[in-house]
């Protein structure tokens, strides 16, 4: 069922959330092309796909549309992002394997407890902005809401 996130609790010595569980994927779009022309050299989609591939040993095909979900603003100490977050919903085949540096973990935790202001508090969750925290919990109970229908009803065709 739905309602689940995969987090990866981050090697203690990380560039970013060293020694915390965050995103299973996190990272930054090349900015600048071959040419140094000052263009980026990808999208954020691309820097989706290009993360899934390079943090997890996944070929992004495996786990179906990386879907964008929503951008923010993180400040945190010294460090201010934009961030576009992307979500695989896996269907049914599962998680395939993950190659992941011996430092790190990842596990399955329920999205409310992941996304808590406790969890945040206790000191071993990545930052997050109230608005962060915020859209994550209005899509993952949109996404529940959705499949609880589709579990009773089916799928519904014409309207």
Same mark, same amino acid.
């Given at each position: 069922? #739905? +309602? %689940? ?8 010595? !990380? %560039?970013? @959330? ?5 995103? #299973? $994927? @996190?990272?930054?779009?090349? $900015? =600048?092309?071959?040419? +140094? ?27 179906? /549309?990386? *879907?964008?979900? &929503? ?14 977050? =992307?979500? !695989?919903?896996? *269907? ?11 430092? /790190?973990?990842?596990?399955?935790? =329920? &999205?409310? /407890? ?5 969890? #945040?508090?206790? +000191? #071993?969750? &990545?930052?997050?902005?109230? /608005? =962060? ?17 589709? @579990?009773? &009803?089916? *799928?519904?065709?014409?309207?």
């Amino acid at each position: 069922r #739905t +309602g %689940a996130l995969l987090l990866r609790k981050w090697a203690p010595d !990380a %560039a970013k @959330h060293p020694g915390r569980w965050g995103p #299973t $994927c @996190h990272g930054e779009p090349r $900015c =600048y092309g071959a040419g +140094g022309d000052g263009h980026a050299a990808e999208l954020s989609a691309q820097a989706a796909e290009r993360l899934v591939r390079d943090q997890l040993g996944v070929d992004p095909a495996q786990l179906g /549309e990386l *879907e964008h979900w &929503f951008s923010c603003q993180s400040r945190d100490g010294n460090c201010r992002e934009l961030v576009d977050v =992307y979500v !695989a919903c896996l *269907e049914g085949g599962g998680l395939p394997p993950l190659y992941l540096s011996p430092k /790190e973990e990842v596990d399955w935790v =329920y &999205f409310v /407890e992941a996304m808590s202001e406790k969890a #945040t508090e206790v +000191g #071993t969750m &990545f930052h997050m902005e109230v /608005e =962060y925290r915020s859209a994550m919990l209005r899509r993952m109970r949109a996404g529940i809401v959705r499949e609880d229908v589709l @579990h009773a &009803f089916g *799928e519904v065709s014409g309207l």
